[in-house]
Antibody, heavy 115, light 106 residues
Framework: EVQLVERGGGLIQPGGSLRLSCAPS????????VSWLRQTPGKGLEWVSI???????TYADSVKGRFTISKDNSKNMVYLQMNNVRAEDTAMYYC?????????WGQGTMVTVSS | EIVLTQSPATLSLSPGQRATLSCRAS??????LAWYQQKPGQAPRLLIY???NRASGIPARFSGSGSGTDFTLTISSLEPEDFAVYYC????????FGQGTKLEIK
């Protein structure tokens, strides 16, 4: 069965750092694009970043320069390093496989930015 | 940024009825449009990709159409499990989502 499991969410103070992890099963990250997305009741669904099979990356303007997506092919893991977080980064964060649209999603991990 | 506008915001129908949901893009996205279903407490589920292709395991009562700026998701005969929030999403220029249509039981 193809699935994704996110971990690493929690409560963090503004300006702090957090690393989220995404563990795929049923497919290998070296052969697929994987994205991070987030969702809030107010702003809805928002795409955050994507990493391609060859390692290339793209970011939403809202996180560019603060967040870094990476992967470890040997561990079959994808990560999202979140630095200098802001209150508006508070959201449920999902990772998803991205062939043509996001066809497999994890269950999400909640990130709350608050002092 | 390409803005996707979904209508209506809420659609009240009964099981067995036909549902028609609309998504309009602020500029052409060609056929690079997907539809998702989301139920409370769950992640979105891909229904349709590239405007008209059903994702794996999606029932035939779900169909998508359109190209350019105007798209439609049709559910031919509503089942009780179809009542949820539906989102459209484009991948023509970066990735953006519509604000959602809530399909509720009448």
């Amino acid at each position: 069965e193809v699935q994704l499991v996110e971990r690493g969410g929690g409560l963090i103070q503004p300006g702090g750092s957090l690393r989220l992890s995404c563990a795929p099963s049923g497919f290998i990250v070296s052969g697929h694009s994987v994205s991070w997305l987030r969702q809030t009741p107010g702003k809805g669904l928002e795409w955050v970043s994507i990493i391609y099979p060859g390692g290339g990356t793209t970011y939403a303007d809202s996180v560019k320069g603060r967040f870094t997506i990476s992967k470890d092919n040997s561990k079959n893991m994808v990560y999202l390093q979140m630095n200098n977080v802001r209150a508006e980064d508070t959201a449920m964060y999902y990772c998803a496989r991205a062939p043509h649209g996001f066809d497999v999603w994890g269950q999400g991990t909640m990130v709350t930015v608050s002092s | 940024e390409i803005v996707l506008t979904q209508s209506p915001a809420t659609l009240s129908l009964s099981p067995g009825q036909r549902a028609t949901l609309s998504c309009r893009a602020s500029q052409s996205v060609s056929s690079y449009l997907a539809w998702y279903q989301q139920k409370p407490g769950q992640a979105p589920r891909l229904l349709i990709y590239d405007a008209s292709n059903r994702a794996s395991g999606i029932p035939a009562r779900f169909s998508g159409s359109g190209s350019g700026t105007d798209f439609t998701l049709t559910i031919s005969s509503l089942e009780p499990e179809d009542f949820a929030v539906y989102y459209c999403q484009q991948r023509s220029n970066s990735y953006t989502f519509g604000q959602g249509t809530k399909l509720e039981i009448k």
